[in-house]
């Protein structure tokens, strides 16, 4: 059974927390927060022995083998390191770092560290709907491009509708709606299709600075892929990825919940299953798989980290085209 510590109290947290103990594979033990009364009630409302406040004590005295990070944007790969720095396994909520440099750090800290594994919550990944998606790509005989949709308004929209700056959309906080919603768009486009030859991002800025919705163009050598995200509405469109005759329509490219095949005679094939209902019930058992056999599962993890590094590589150019800095660092090396 792998000892669970938590940073972040949060219902993302709530959520992997249940999806931990319906696998069967986690006990949570101990939770950090900056106040202790919101450390108590998510500690006792989840059975967890240990409470911290302060983020240095509790790696160096909390009795956990894992860590799942579900903090605020910016503050990822501080807490992820320093959690490296400890030899505590990082689960890191999506996205694990603001930027390449941030992840090449990282990358630095597990070599100083082998046996320390580091994972980026990017659930879909991990999903049956996700890979049937994958194989039938691979099926069909020329893709001509794709479109994929994720928008959900966010209630958090409201305050900055009144004036506020929540974390989620601060640029302080690496936030908006490109490094919220559309890492699953990144993760979907790259995953199915690698990496793009050129991208640009138009975003839709709010007074905050950081992008609301947005519309980003991935140019691949025989066709593009148009990916659509915002929180500052909602949409009920489905997504495509055409084919010549062909087509997968999905109801939605994050979520996946009804994933079809339709043939070149126009017959509707499913392509899906049922998806379960915690969304990151999958991803919890595979981290679980993996830590507890790492040499037996060695080709997986590195193709997680593959596919996180160009993820982050992909949304940093996509900022950078948009003229989305979070700190002078970047808007620098734009400039040079």
Known sequence: MLKL???????ITQQFVDAANESGEWQLTTVYSRHQETAQSFADKNHAAETFTDLT???????FDVVYIASPNSLHFEQAKLAVAHGKHVIVEKPAVANQAEFEQLDECLKAHPDVLLFEAARQIHEVNFKRVQDQIAKMDQIQGATLTYMKYSSRFDAVRAGEEPNIFSLKFA???LQDLGVYLAYDAVGWFGMPDEVAYYPT??????????????????????????????SFLPSEINGLRDAIVMD???????????DQDGQAHNLGVQPDKNPMLAEARDFAMVINDPAAHQAEYQAWRRLSRNVNKLLFNLRQSGHIYFSDAERDSTDK
């Not at 004590?57 to 009795?63: A, I, N, V, W, Y």
């Not at 140019?219 to 915002?230: H, M």
């Open 175 to 177: 936030g908006g709606a």
């Open 252 to 262: 939605n490219a994050a979520e996946l919940g009804k994933v079809t095949y339709q």
């Open 5 to 11: 510590g938590i940073i972040g109290t949060n219902w």
């Open 205 to 234: 800025l709010l007074p905050t600075e950081v992008d609301g919705k947005g519309v980003a163009i991935l140019r691949y050598p025989a066709f593009t892929v148009t990916l659509n995200v915002g929180k500052t509405s909602n």
């Open 57 to 63: 004590t509790f790696f160096e005295r909390g009795s």
